[in-house]
């Protein structure tokens, strides 16, 4: 099992957001590391349409439990889910990245960077 580190969260992410071979590859990638169902949970909601549903066919994972983000933190808070320091930094930077892609429209960045920290 590999050691799930913040550098290859996002290189797999990347993979994940590619062609059917590069998802295939990022997926063996991503499940063969110490990932947490948290973690593939935040990893397939941080993907856009076709490609999050496809994750998801692949996986055969916990769907189910992939709700709106609120809903999602609250039950992290309340449970637990096992949640490691690497899933809260992912957590902390995606939602981040969904904060900051809203306020640039997908567009041009005017805003590089957000810096966030959620209330464990």
């Known amino acids: 099992m590999i050691e ?4 290859l969260y996002l290189a797999n992410k990347k993979l994940l957001a590619g062609s059917e071979e590069d998802m295939e590859v990022g997926i063996s990638n991503i499940m063969n590391t110490n990932i947490t169902d948290t973690g593939i949970i935040v990893l ?5 349409g076709l490609k999050r549903i496809s994750f998801f066919q692949k996986t055969k994972q916990l769907q189910e439990k992939c709700k709106p983000w609120s809903d999602l933190f609250k039950d992290i808070k309340k449970k637990g889910m096992g949640i490691t320091e690497i899933d809260r930094k992912i957590i902390e930077y995606e939602i981040a990245e969904l904060y900051l892609n809203t306020i640039n429209d997908g567009k041009e960045k ?3 960077n957000i810096k966030l920290e959620l209330a464990w």
């Open 4 to 7: 799930l580190t913040f550098e």
């Open 44 to 48: 397939g909601k941080s993907l856009n």
């Open 110 to 112: 005017f805003i590089k």
